[in-house]
């Protein structure tokens, strides 16, 4: 029995018995962890309590909610069509820049097209479709390995022509030698170059509770709540942003995409994972179902980026690092491809357990040991932690680069994955392309002839 | 007879793969448009500049040199992934950071080298973390440089054996997906244990000051080469007729040769396929470790996304060359280098990655067996 069975036997039967009590469940775990982590971190520290874990618990919700988003939206490729794309970050910039230029006013630096936000974010989401449906044409004819290189090198593509200075707009005097404003028939807009671009909100939600010339109804209760517990209004604002995209587009998404999956549609994606040339043959033109659901699949990931990177007030080109596709390729291996309920609990793992969990530890580590033996002695490099021969010193180094040895632990973990568990942990549960239940095999008592 | 098949299939071509021509049609464009802007001319049709302007020939050359220098090590490295791509069948991510594995450990050595052989004032902490600046070059320390090339390939092969023993090995009949995904996962953790001993920084490792330098004349002007380009250049040549003749030559490259092209006969005729997979990692792991060694030593510094950054461009040598080709990987990776500096010439230099991906992604589309036809390592 491998370590992914038996912590799957240990989960108990409750949570188990439908999908949103187990991803309640997994919920409830992490917090109660974090919770106490944090809370433990505050009495050290001697800061707020209160304060220090909603802080932590609307962090870990946003990373949560963030990473489920796209691993549902990478499942829609990878999990039910078998299209191996790692392109992902590519086309989060396409939605994040898109909007943010449709949005930006023109007059600003670089300039945009001035659009309301809300147009801005539909009209990001068409273009990131269109750009999708155009990376889908390589889909079209090469093997699964091709496409990876093919889509990791058009991401890299993207994020190379974001970074450029040629197209930044951020010299907008058209006598100035650097002039780098794009004009397309009369349109200016720019991309900011390596500068980064302004996105046109940061704190989404404080809207809930502010407004331009003061607090709203609900904003006097919740703050005053807030500020009785000894909360800010920042973790306030970030705790809802993170409850909105958790409760609402992470629902919305399951929903879309599971419709999508148990939809002709759906059946079709599955068939061409399974056998192209099967489906093929039945009649079925799969390039046509590639295009879509690239375009599909590539539009939720520009929500994503939107609702993730976009929701900072800035962005710049080197957030969209080939590195960002590879976490949500692992939240979606942790948790099973070809489940939806599995991208979910992986988005969910990956982020608080792979991803936060490594620094979680770092700070508790350091916090016991100042309790124990006052503060870690910390080192300025390997070798000056390497010849102290103190084992606090070396502790203090590794405590020091843990986000260094995160990548260490997530890189163990995938080939841990691959080699024992390539399924992940719902990975039982990968729909297949038939529209009954395999599995069930009774026999209809009506009509037809017994065998006596 | 002759001259109508060919006539035919040029019209075939035509009629069936417009964007091949497409394709042809834009590097016809842009080969006329140099050989105009090189001879200072300029066509005008009705005001609007057609092509030329004026680029100088020493210009070009430079471009050309810098394309080879840089497509020299892309190639060299190119040469261990298109042998795995074609033996273990799928696409190592981790290659790019073997190339940073060998950069590392090749300049750990050296600057070991240097120390004990050079007056250096730096404490031995920084010397040790490759962190003093600026130490070797061919001229002051040339034994550092030679311990160093070696110790780039012997160490970057003990890793990338060590690698294939706990992560490949166990999974050798698992398919090209799964292993690619683990390549991925040994690619970061790799890097980031080289980042955990030596750090993030960026370092300045080679001594510029006194290597000797030529200019090359060229029409008007003049080309510089210096030392440490000409040894790169004369051990990766070195190096890729080493391979040659390993391939040509002996029983075993005959037998890599064999398995490249048809696995099960291979195993059928009694290939002893476990030392053939040894042999291909031995052989590209220093390949990619040397040639990480050498890019340093050509640029001057070091840092721990080297070979990363290298990967995607080694990725379009090896495909542009065909995959599973030696000699298509060392090609495809010269061609690679060259392309992306002589874009220059139209394009800012923010562009000239792109130039390169484009190329990769274009040649995957329009002729997946490579420029060279698919011809196998015979």
Redesign the interface.
């Known amino acids: 029995m491998s370590l992914g069975d038996r912590a799957w036997a240990a989960v108990p039967a409750y949570f188990k018995a439908n999908d949103v009590r187990l991803v309640a469940g997994l919920l409830l775990g992490t917090y109660v962890l974090y919770g106490v982590s944090s809370a433990f971190l505050a009495a050290v520290n001697n800061a707020s309590m209160a304060n220090a874990v909603i802080n932590e618990i609307a962090s870990i919700t946003f990373l949560i909610a963030v990473y489920a988003l796209l691993a549902l939206a990478l499942n829609l490729h990878w999990g039910y069509t078998g299209l191996f794309n790692i392109g992902i970050a590519g086309f989060m910039a396409v939605g994040v820049y898109a909007m943010s230029i449709l949005a930006a006013s023109p007059t600003a630096s670089p300039p945009g097209l001035g659009l309301p936000v809300p147009v801005a974010v539909v009209g990001a989401l068409l273009i990131t479709a269109v750009v999708g449906g155009l990376a889908a044409l390589p889909a079209l004819q090469l093997d699964a390995d091709y496409l990876a290189i093919v889509t990791v090198g058009l991401s890299e593509i993207i994020r190379l022509v974001l970074n450029a200075s040629y197209f930044a707009g951020t010299v907008t005097d058209p006598e100035a030698s650097g002039y780098n404003v794009v004009d397309v028939f009369g349109i200016t807009f720019g991309t900011g170059g390596g500068q980064g671009i302004s996105t046109p909100s940061s704190g989404p939600a404080r809207a809930i509770y502010e407004t331009e010339t003061g607090l709203t109804p609900i904003g006097e209760v919740v703050y005053g709540a807030a500020d009785a517990a000894g909360v800010g209004t920042s973790v306030v604002t970030d705790g809802t942003y993170a409850l909105v995209l958790l409760l609402g587009f992470v629902t919305a998404y399951y929903v879309l995409l599971s419709r999508i999956g148990n939809s002709p549609f759906g059946r079709v994606l599955k068939a061409i994972r399974e056998d192209e040339l099967v489906a093929r043959s039945l009649g079925k033109d799969t390039r046509l179902f590639k295009i879509k659901v690239f375009m599909v699949g590539c539009a939720l990931m520009g929500l994503g980026g939107i609702l993730w990177q976009g929701s900072y007030g800035y962005v710049n080109p080197n957030t969209f690092r080939p590195i960002v596709t590879f976490y949500i390729f692992t939240a979606l291996i942790v948790g099973g491809a070809g489940s939806n309920t599995g991208s979910v609990v992986g988005g969910a793992v990956f982020a608080a357990f792979l991803l936060e969990g490594p620094r979680q530890v770092a700070g508790l580590v350091t916090a016991v040991s100042q309790l124990l033996f006052g503060s870690l002695p910390s080192a300025p490099n390997f070798y000056a932690a390497m010849v102290s021969l103190d084992p606090l010193t070396w502790l203090g180094y590794l405590v020091d680069s843990v986000a260094y040895l995160k990548f260490v632990f997530l890189g163990a973990v995938l080939v841990y994955l691959m080699q024992n568990r390539p399924d992940g942990i719902m990975g039982h549960r990968k729909e297949t392309a038939a529209s009954v239940d395999l599995s069930d095999r009774t026999v209809r008592g009506n009509g037809g002839e017994s065998d006596e | 007879m002759v001259l109508s098949d060919t006539y035919s299939d040029a019209r075939r071509t035509l009629v069936e793969r417009p964007a091949v021509v497409l394709l042809g049609l834009v590097i016809g464009y842009l080969l006329v448009d140099l050989a105009a802007k090189l001879a200072g001319t300029t066509v005008d049709v009705a005001g609007v500049q057609l092509l030329g302007g004026s680029t100088a020939v020493s210009q070009v050359a430079r471009y050309v040199l810098d394309g080879l220098i840089v497509g020299l090590v892309i190639g060299l490295a190119g040469v261990g992934l298109s042998m795995t791509y074609s033996i273990l069948s ?2 190592n991510f981790a290659h790019g950071d073997y190339i940073t594995t060998g950069a590392f450990s090749g300049w750990f050595a050296a600057y070991l080298v240097a120390f004990v052989t050079l007056n250096v004032d730096a404490p031995f ?1 920084n010397v ?2 490759v ?1 003093a600046p600026s130490l070797v070059s061919v001229v002051n320390a040339p034994l550092a440089v030679l311990i160093g090339l070696v110790a780039s390939g012997v160490l970057t092969v003990a890793v990338v054996l060590f690698l294939d023993r706990i ?1 490949y090995k ?2 050798r009949d ?1 398919g ?7 390549s ?10 080289i ?6 920084g960026t370092r300045g490792v080679t001594e510029t000051g006194s290597i000797p330098s030529v200019d090359i004349p060229v029409v008007d002007g003049y080309v510089p080469l210096n030392a440490h380009e000409v040894t790169l250049i004369v051990a990766a040549v070195s190096l890729m007729f080493g391979v040659h003749f390993l391939l040509q030559r002996t029983k075993l490259g005959k037998a890599m040769r064999a398995m490249a092209d048809n696995k099960d006969l291979a195993q059928v005729t009694g290939i002893p396929t476990e030392r053939v997979v040894r042999t291909t990692w031995i052989i590209g792991g220093g390949l990619a470790g040397i040639a990480g060694f050498l890019i340093v030593l050509e640029r001057g510094t070091l840092n721990y996304n080297i070979g990363w950054r290298l990967l ?1 461009l080694i ?2 040598g090896v ?1 542009l060359g065909g995959i599973g080709s030696v000699y298509g990987a060392i090609g495809g990776g010269i061609v690679i280098g060259i392309a992306s500096r002589l874009s220059l010439v139209w394009i ?1 230099s ?2 000239a ?2 130039v390169a ?2 190329v ?2 274009l040649v ?2 329009y002729r ?1 067996s490579g420029l060279f036809g698919g011809v196998k390592t015979a």
């Open positions: 799928f696409a902490g040790f973390l962190n992560v166990p999974m698992k090209g997906i799964p292993l690619l995904i683990a991925i996962g040994v690619a970061l953790a790799l890097r980031y244990a980042v955990f001993v030596f750090g993030t995607l990725f379009s495909i800012p923010d562009f990655r792109v991906f484009a990769m992604i995957l589309l997946p």
